[in-house]
Structures are given as structure tokens and as C-alpha cells.
């Protein structure tokens, strides 16, 4: 069973920084994009960032260009998402997700309908 497993989430004021870790089991990211995505409390899961299993492409909600970067380190299976510049509105439980790609793949999406597979989330609380 594919296994992905969120961290890094916490609690910092705004204008701080975390740094989310998606650590994926199981299989590997060289045939996967990952995705992350958000859902703050009575609002609906929308997509963050995401980057192709080529790690050549990536995407940004337009609320979060500028501030967050995601990354991947193929040799740790591994996916970041440095968030900067944080706000009291990126409060959220953050979730990693996958998608099968081929390998080499640029596409990725921030579409929750193309997703096939879900972490159980990591909260982050931006608060002072």
C-alpha cells in the first residue's frame, strides 16, 4: 500500500516560516507528482503547489506565488514545501497527495480530481 506521511507542521506568527516534509513510502516519485493542498476549518480542500515526477515542473496557487517553493529530493523520497511570509489565512491542515505520472513526466495539478492518493495531514496554525 502506497504510503505518504506528512511533517513539519506547527505552530508560528505571521511572517514566520515552516518547512513541510512529504515523505513517500512504498513507491517512488520518479512515476509520481505530488501535490500539496489545504483545508482551513468549514472551508473546502483547495490545492497548494505542486511538482511533476520529473521534478522539472512545478505550479503555485496564486495565493501562495511568491511565498512558498516546493521542492523534492529523490534519493530521501521525499517532497518540501517551504512556506515563508506566513499568514493568519495559510492556517490549515496540509496534506500531501500523489498522482501517477510516467516517469519524467512535467505535468502536475492542483486539482483534488486528479489525485489518487492522500497523506492524513499535517496542521499549521499562524497565529500571535
Known amino acids: 500500500q502506497l504510503q505518504l506521511v506528512e511533517s513539519g507542521g506547527g505552530w508560528v506568527q505571521p511572517g514566520g516560516s515552516l518547512r513541510l516534509s512529504c515523505a513517500a513510502s512504498?513507491?517512488?516519485?520518479?512515476?509520481?507528482?505530488i501535490g500539496w493542498f489545504r483545508q482551513a476549518p468549514g472551508k473546502e480542500r483547495e490545492g497548494v503547489s505542486c511538482i511533476s515526477s520529473s521534478g522539472g515542473s512545478t505550479d503555485y496557487a496564486d495565493s501562495v506565488k511568491g511565498r512558498f517553493t516546493i521542492s523534492k529530493d529523490n534519493a530521501k523520497n521525499t517532497v518540501y514545501l517551504q512556506m515563508n511570509s506566513l499568514k493568519p489565512e495559510d492556517a490549515a491542515v496540509y496534506y500531501c497527495?500523489?498522482?501517477?505520472?510516467?516517469?519524467?513526466?512535467?505535468?502536475?495539478?492542483?486539482?483534488?480530481?486528479?489525485?489518487?492518493?492522500w497523506g492524513k495531514g499535517t496542521l499549521v496554525t499562524v497565529s500571535s
Open positions: 512504498r513507491f517512488t516519485l520518479d512515476y509520481y507528482a
Open positions: 497527495a500523489a498522482t501517477r505520472y510516467d516517469w519524467g513526466s512535467q505535468v502536475c495539478g492542483l486539482s483534488i480530481s486528479v489525485v489518487q492518493y
